[in-house]
């Protein structure tokens, strides 16, 4: 019964996504393109060139973002972790800025490698910490390496170029606006073998819910075992970003929304992770198309609006903190 919720959201989020947006189209003109016309060929155009890779892309980000937090909170021990309040997501998008404003022409190529390097400079600066300090602090030190790494960003967009500058800052607020099927493909591609490695760490990580002296008699405590997660969140994280931006909240939310319907056990967790993130994700860059057409919002921004009282009501209800 629980898995027949997404059955029958998944249907209905997709079919309102594709009529919303600066233009709404009505359920006759989505039937227009099984018809030869001229408002069929423009109605074509609409939904396949722009809405439709757009969508698929929100929900390959958000599945990736919200499997990189159930991971890193499962493995954390901390429920409140989640790649941008760490810092991964910023070390990902300062070396993307960096380039973007230093090398203009650069190959686009290159630019989901330079996220990746910068995600997983931060990965490693945590992994070493966290073999020093408790979860807690881990967090602690994540939100203020975040913070250093946002006002490096933000030193990067003083001295550049202004022309380059507005680009840039679209991009970080975390936007879909310029997706299309290539992103989709790159995405695809990548998340192709990132997600079952995934799932296969989330199962590996069940015993990490019990106590220290368990987990280290069931196996859980391997070292490769964490680094291995945390190079796969810093993956997810920097791919995230390289496409969209700096997107917050869906690392953070969707293995909380995730566990109001499942059980806590990381292996069940998984996919119903990846399905409420990709709905999150999805559902907030509808709202950033639709709520002020035809001005959009960038889907980071409109997830910051929504995400964090999302998250203070999780907190004060402590329904899925206390299981």
Not at 117 to 140: D, E, H, M
Not at 281 to 288: E, P, R
């Given at each position: 019964m629980r898995w027949l919720i997404y059955l029958a959201l998944l249907p209905l989020a997709l079919l309102g996504c594709l009529q919303s947006g600066s233009v709404t189209l009505s359920a006759e003109q989505l039937l227009l393109l099984f018809q030869p016309s001229e408002m069929a060929t423009t109605t074509s155009q609409l939904i396949l060139q722009l809405r439709l890779p757009r969508m698929l892309c929100a929900m390959l980000i958000g599945a990736a973002l919200g499997l990189a937090g159930l991971l890193l909170q499962s493995r954390s021990g901390n429920p409140m972790a989640d790649p941008g309040m760490l810092g991964i997501n910023q070390g990902a998008a300062l070396t993307v800025v960096?380039?973007?404003?230093?090398?203009?022409?650069?190959?686009?190529?290159?630019?989901?490698?330079?996220?990746?390097?910068?995600?997983?400079?931060?990965?490693?600066?945590?992994?070493?910490?966290?073999?020093?300090?408790?979860?807690?602090?881990?967090?602690?030190?994540?939100?203020a390496l975040s913070s250093l790494l946002a006002a490096l960003t933000g030193l990067l967009l003083l001295v550049g170029e202004q022309q380059r500058i507005t680009t840039v800052l679209t991009w970080l607020s975390g936007s879909l606006a310029a997706a299309d099927w290539n992103d989709v493909w790159l995405l695809s591609g990548y998340l192709l073998f990132l997600l079952p490695a995934g799932i296969w760490l989330c199962f590996r990580a069940d015993p990490c819910l019990l106590d220290p002296l368990s987990r280290r008699m069931l196996g859980a405590e391997q070292t490769w075992l964490n680094s291995l997660s945390l190079l796969l969140v810093a993956t997810l994280s920097a791919l995230a970003v390289t496409v969209a931006g700096a997107i917050g909240f869906i690392g953070l939310l969707a293995p909380h929304l995730a566990r109001l319907l499942h059980s806590p056990l990381p292996s069940r967790l998984a996919l119903p992770s990846?399905?409420?993130?990709?709905?999150?994700?999805?559902?907030?860059?509808?709202?950033?198309?639709?709520l002020f057409a035809p001005l959009q919002l960038p889907v980071g921004l409109v997830l910051a609006i929504i995400g964090a009282p999302m998250f203070l009501l999780l907190l004060i209800t402590r329904k899925t903190l206390k299981r």
């Open positions: 960096l380039l973007l404003i230093s090398l203009p022409g650069l190959d686009p190529v290159l630019i989901p490698l330079a996220g990746l390097a910068g995600a997983l400079s931060i990965t490693g600066l945590l992994w070493w910490l966290s073999q020093r300090c408790q979860p807690v602090a881990l967090l602690l030190i994540g939100i990846m399905l409420s993130g990709a709905l999150l994700c999805l559902l907030a860059d509808t709202l950033g198309r639709a």
